[in-house]
């Protein structure tokens, strides 16, 4: 490896907060220096930066790339190019695939396809019951040998409350950390809208925003009983808001979510049953997106993903109540996270706090910082490039996004894993 020095560079630092003019030097794949002002001479190779931000590399967690199974919907090589090109450096993968990654064997799989295919950091995830069935939990320690970094069961909530409690207090055994989806899951069973007066003119088949708050409540009693580490993976109402600020309060190993669909659309986007809008949870009030971009800003939620979920034309030209839920967003995570920035809401180190410092920390990862000795995981970006999204241009094989012909501003120029180049936009 070479070394390389980014000069006249923008600094985005979710460390320590600040967002200043200097320049960083990478050697052997790890930041060796960095500085305000002019860079120093130096022999390593020099990329003039022109004042555009250089950030921390996304780390994404959540990510569905669809090997095995549905390798026609998204593969390691297609969802690898698509993170680059969004400046994910580092894409978490769930483990809800056909067959469910919930052995040690398809996860080595899953983990050799993506070591031959992807140029960003591929990391894990496996199912915490077999098959997601929520009755028997998997081999928790021999997944965690196998490379497993978390265990969850995707969307499917697991109903019986004494499994969910042994398999927390197991994890918690082996160190292992607890990704749930805090849903109800008989009120949120059918639902395809967010219950009010827009889901009943639609007629469409709605959940209260309670069931988050129901199922976020015994999922914290069962923390308190177990002591086990737990992310939500989404955090979607105001609801929902006070029991994880008593949660954390209380001292238990609790983290959470958010999708960028959920901070930058509400329920009214549905509008003419416009499926490619349909996620799961569903897209909520105006008031909810409110609460969970100050929730964002406080802290009070640590993290944003994409939930990058890949369906084809056949899952999506449906009625909507039929439609599969799901978007894709591993290009679209940081162009539509600059709307909270140019709206004034998050400024840019909040914002990489939440997509790149607290995912890795929450992981037990290095990267997510530009502080020296972290991996040289980057992303350089101008936030003001404005563009209209053409979702064929799409690196994914699937291009469900629901920003199809949305303005929006903000692009990736470049994006270094290990100080190399894994992507340039021409």
Sequence with gaps: MTAVLFSNARLIDPET????????????????????????????????CNGKCLAPGIV??????????????????????????????????RP?????????????????????DA??????????????????????????????????DCDHVIANTKVFSRALTYARSCGALVIAHPQEPGLSNGAAATSGKFAALRGLPAVSPMAERMGLDRDIALLEM????YHADQITTARALPALERAKRNGLDITAGTSI????????????????????????SEDDRQAVIDAVRTGLIDIISSMHTPQDEE???LPFEEAASGAVALETLLPAALRLYHADQLDLPTLFRAMALNPAKRLGLDSGRLAEGAP???????????????????KSKSQNTPFDGQRMQGKVTATYVAGQEVYRRT
């Design 315 to 317: 899952s999506k030209r």
């Design 119 to 152: 140029p960003v950091n591929v990391l894990p995830m496996a199912a915490l019951t077999k098959g997601r069935d929520g009755r028997e939990m998997t081999e928790i320690g021999f997944l965690q040998d196998a490379g497993a970094v978390a265990f969850t």
């Design 60 to 93: 994404d967690i959540g990510v569905k790339v669809c090997e095995p199974g549905e390798r026609h919907k998204e593969s390691y090589k297609s969802a690898g190019l698509a993170a680059a090109a969004g400046g994910v450096t580092t894409i978490v993968t």
């Design 376 to 394: 040289a995981d980057l992303v350089l970006f101008d936030p003001d490039v404005p563009f209209v999204l053409d979702r064929f241009s799409l």
């Design 226 to 229: 177990t002591g086990a580490a």
């Design 261 to 284: 669909h959920h901070l930058t659309l509400n329920e009214l986007d549905v509008a003419d049953y416009r499926t490619f809008f349909k996620v799961k949870p569903p897209l909520r």
């Design 17 to 48: 907060g600040t967002d200043s003019l200097g320049w960083l030097q990478a050697n052997d794949g790890k930041i060796a220096a960095r500085g305000e002002g002019d860079a120093p001479a130096s022999d390593a190779r020099v990329i003039d």
């Design 96 to 116: 809800d695939t056909l067959p469910a990654v919930d052995t040690p064997e398809t996860l080595e799989f899953a983990t050799r396809r993506a070591q031959a």
